[in-house]
């Protein structure tokens, strides 16, 4: 099978944050930076971020000492402390004069490399904050600790820490043909076709993921299977592993619980699907990315 390299870095990823998590574990240094004018914080209300409007939309960061919130330390840009504030609380998103509250996966494509990452780290964080507030083994309140990274049980002392649920998405191809699919999950009006993708089970292998996911929405049969990329998807909580898979079967078998529709396509169909009747994934999903690259290698 051929290896196909990332052409370029997905969305979210890079970036300059320094996560600094040395500093997470001294408490009289995150007391300076709450309260220092230089440190910044990126707030969120109810999921959406703050953007400056313009040309380029951009991530607002407010100066401190720090506002009323939840807040978690996200790292050093540029030496500067930055945190992420919740405001979820109030009833209304809060007026800073600057900006406006807006979803995130909407201005992905448009946001600087620098700004994506930051708010992808800062919405993952605070939503887990806002999911694990008690024990799961005796139930008591958690307490935030290290700068928000952490949740320490006030009953038991168990401590509590930031879960990623791992997601393969692989583009399956044969010979000159790649297999696309419509799950129930895409906007019937936005006629997508975009890669198969599915969550890592229990004690399951990335690669065996790729093949049970594929034969369960297709029925197609995979062989090989190659790494390409992966990307941060903050929705709520998701790491995407990217992947190429070689189809050994070409019958379509679907299952209609999970998927509307599922095809092969030419390279031709692919490379200009607006001719046709179907749209590909957005720019700035790593299912474009796979089948972007695809298309470029020759």
């Not at 959406?48 to 996200?74: M, S």
């Not at 946001?111 to 994506?116: I, Q, S, T």
């Not at 790494?227 to 909580?237: C, E, G, K, L, R």
């Not at 031709?268 to 720019?283: C, G, V």
Request: hydrophobic content about 45%.
């Amino acid at each position: 099978m051929r290896i196909i390299r990332p052409s370029r870095l997905n969305h979210y990823s890079g970036g300059e944050l320094d996560r600094a998590a040395h500093l997470r574990t001294d408490p009289a240094w995150l007391a300076r930076a709450l309260s220092d004018p230089r440190s910044r914080f990126v707030p969120f209300w109810r999921g959406q971020a703050l953007i400056a409007k313009g040309e380029v939309p951009r991530a607002v960061y407010l100066p401190g000492p720090v506002p009323a919130g939840p807040h978690v330390f996200l790292g050093l840009v540029a030496g500067v402390p930055v945190f992420a504030l919740d405001v979820s609380a109030r009833e209304a998103p809060p007026d800073y004069g600057v900006g406006a509250f807006a979803e995130l996966r909407n201005l992905t494509a448009l946001l600087p490399a620098a700004d994506a990452t930051v708010l992808a780290t800062a919405r993952g964080m605070l939503h887990w904050r806002a999911t694990h507030r008690f024990c799961p083994s005796c139930g008591a309140a958690l307490h935030p600790t290290r700068g928000g990274w952490v949740m320490h049980c006030a009953g038991c002392g168990r401590e509590n820490f930031p879960r990623t649920d791992a997601a393969v998405i692989m583009l399956v191809t044969r010979g000159e043909h790649l297999l696309l699919g419509q799950s129930h999950r895409f906007p019937p009006e936005r006629n997508f076709y975009s890669t198969l993708a599915g969550f890592v089970e229990p004690g399951e292998s990335l690669e065996d993921a790729v093949r049970r996911e594929v034969l369960e929405e297709t029925g197609v049969r995979v062989g090989e299977v190659v790494y390409h990329s992966s990307q941060p998807w903050p929705f709520p909580a998701s790491l995407m592993l990217g992947f190429y898979a070689e189809g050994v079967s070409e019958e379509i078998i679907l299952d209609t619980e999970e998927m509307r529709d599922a095809r092969w396509f030419t390279r031709a169909q692919i490379a200009d699907p607006a001719s046709l009747w179907f749209n590909l994934p957005p720019e700035d999903s790593i299912a474009r990315r796979l089948i972007d690259d695809w298309l470029a290698h020759t």
